[in-house]
């Protein structure tokens, strides 16, 4: 059927169809996407996970993050003191992120639809649209970063594009980039685009092929590292430069550096467990994730180690030296390989969170696809990432502490499903708008628990974005704010919800998608397929009626 150009401009042609097995009463609170992963889609194995996080370990963030002018060796940190900070930092990022994914493989719904049951039906939409925003906004500076990785490419074989002249004009915006690099971005993001409109389940590949190769070059850089400049030169002859108490908050700063790239993850990591095969095979994030980010983490010390004595000054970014290499092929087979890592990071960690939050934004006409799309548009290009980058420090610095949000918005989630509920938690109910976690304009638990939780650092986030402003010592909370923020909000959220219990949201035994759908209808299914399976009378508003739906 042809449609019209006139058609494309009706809402309704955009509309998507709401599934057999959808919990929702209409397409205006759920479609395919955001309905719990049927027995066919699940088809993550332990070794996709594997491939997944040693494919977002091996990226230019957590490069940096061990080097950068904010972290590790610039406040005064030898590799002495940085690794075991980095390793004690994913050791336990690996453990909320181990116990929010269980709660995918369980109840196989993403984030957007999980954090329902613990802030209620509309405040939920809070932390989705936050962290939907931030990721875009991750997007467009992981696209730029993508660009750079183009241009030292195209360096690389065409040595004259360092040269091009700037025609852009002033007034365009777009000055602190220039004609060569606008082109690279506009390269890059049509390279990465067509990787947007695979399904999760198609996706997975692009991370196991990027966890064999992308490694192996950053062993080859280390190896490169190591006989340029012997260790003993290099990166063992560096010293601690702080002592004391500054000693203690300088790890403390390092330890929240890594964990605020990463921790985030245990928010929305329900959003790729939920496509699990079974519970056990997420198991393997345990070990993979302190494992893999330590040896990239080391990379990263080693080779910017090596780069101070070879060049003279610090190269946070591994494409400033990469761009240093008179090895054209060996610059240009580098740069492919952070290309690589780039294009799946910023999928894995930007475009498909922000996806699954548009998604619940407006299900009547938005799926993943279509959401990633938009996040393409969004982060892209109405970001301005090169403006950002160039003139933007603070809101940087706000991005980066956007992890005194992350920690209580993890802490409230696994008190309340793991602590308060027990794992009882209804997820048909948590598809209905005046379903039993509805609450009354949301959980107040999980605000006042937020107002309490985040107060405390929030002169420390003021001041990282304009130092200028001066807050006292109370600035230090802000260097554990991810650690502070969960533990704070865990124990809060734990007492309130104890001394005040929700008893409208407590169930005798979970309901989980299985039990309501057998997986057989979720596949596939006709309408007289569903019709003979309701025969019962078994649909989720009378399945929520058994265990006591009274809201």
């Not at 003979?532 to 009626?545: A, E, W």
């Amino acid at each position: 059927m042809t449609i019209s150009p006139i058609q494309w401009l009706k809402l309704s042609t955009w509309e998507l169809e709401l599934e057999n097995t959808a919990f929702a009463t209409d397409n205006r609170w759920s479609n395919h996407d955001m309905d719990p992963t049927p027995l066919h889609l699940r088809t993550w194995s332990s070794w996709s996970y594997v491939s997944y996080w040693f494919s977002d370990a091996s990226n230019i963030a957590v490069w940096e993050a061990s080097s950068r002018k904010i972290s590790m060796l610039a406040i005064g940190l030898s590799w002495r003191q940085a690794l075991p900070a980095i390793v004690v930092a994913y050791c336990i990022t690996a453990v909320p992120i181990l116990l929010t994914g269980t709660i995918g493989t369980r109840l196989r719904v993403p984030f957007s639809v999980l954090s329902r049951s613990s802030f209620g039906f509309w405040f939920s939409y809070f932390p989705v649209i936050t962290r939907g925003i931030i990721a875009m906004s991750w997007f467009g500076i992981q696209t730029y970063n993508g660009s750079e990785c183009i241009y030292q490419m195209l360096k690389a074989v065409w040595p004259s594009i360092a040269h091009v002249p700037n025609h852009i004009p002033a007034s365009s915006n777009t000055t602190s980039v220039g004609n060569a690099r606008m082109m690279c971005y506009i390269l890059y993001w049509l390279l990465q685009f067509p990787f947007m409109l695979l399904s999760p389940q198609k996706i997975r590949y692009l991370f196991m092929v990027k966890g064999v190769i992308v490694p192996f070059a950053w062993l080859a850089m280390v190896i490169w590292a190591f006989i340029k400049v012997p260790p003993s030169v290099g990166l063992f002859a560096q010293h601690a430069t702080v002592q004391g108490s500054d000693l203690s908050w300088a790890w403390l700063t390092a330890l929240n550096s890594a964990l605020s790239l990463y921790c985030g993850y245990a928010v929305n990591i329900a959003d790729f467990t939920r496509y699990a095969t079974h519970e056990r095979a997420q198991y393997s994030q345990a070990i993979i994730i302190p494992v893999a980010f330590t040896l990239c983490s080391f990379a990263g010390l080693a080779v910017t180690s090596a780069g101070i004595v070879l060049y003279g000054s610090a190269l946070w970014d591994p494409l400033q030296l990469i761009d240093q290499w008179d090895n054209r092929a060996a610059a240009f087979f580098a740069s492919f390989a952070f290309l690589l890592t780039t294009i799946g990071t910023n999928i894995s960690a930007n475009a498909l969170v922000a996806a699954n939050d548009l998604t619940v934004c407006l299900p009547k006409y938005i799926n993943i696809r279509r959401g990633q799309v938009i996040c393409a548009f969004i982060g892209g290009w109405a970001f301005c990432p090169w403006e950002v980058l160039a003139k933007a420090s603070g809101f940087l610095s706000f991005l980066s502490g956007y992890t005194i949000f992350i920690g209580p918005f993890v802490g409230i989630m696994i008190a309340d499903y793991w602590l308060i509920h027990r794992g009882r938690i209804d997820v048909p109910a948590m598809y209905q708008v005046y379903g039993r976690y509805r609450y009354t304009f949301g959980n107040w638990r999980a605000l006042a628990t937020l107002v309490i939780c985040i107060a405390p650092a929030m002169p420390g986030l003021v001041h990282s974005i304009n130092p200028s402003i001066n807050v006292g010592g109370i600035h230090n909370l802000f260097a554990i704010g991810w650690i502070f923020g969960f533990w704070s909000a865990f124990i809060v959220y734990s007492i309130l919800s104890t001394l005040f219990p929700a008893r409208d949201t407590y169930v005798e035994k979970a309901v989980l998608p299985d039990d309501v759908i057998p997986p057989s209808a979720s596949c596939d299914s006709t309408d007289e397929d569903v019709e003979k399976l309701d025969k019962g009378n078994v649909t989720p508003q009378t399945v929520s009626g058994l265990h006591g739906f009274h809201k």
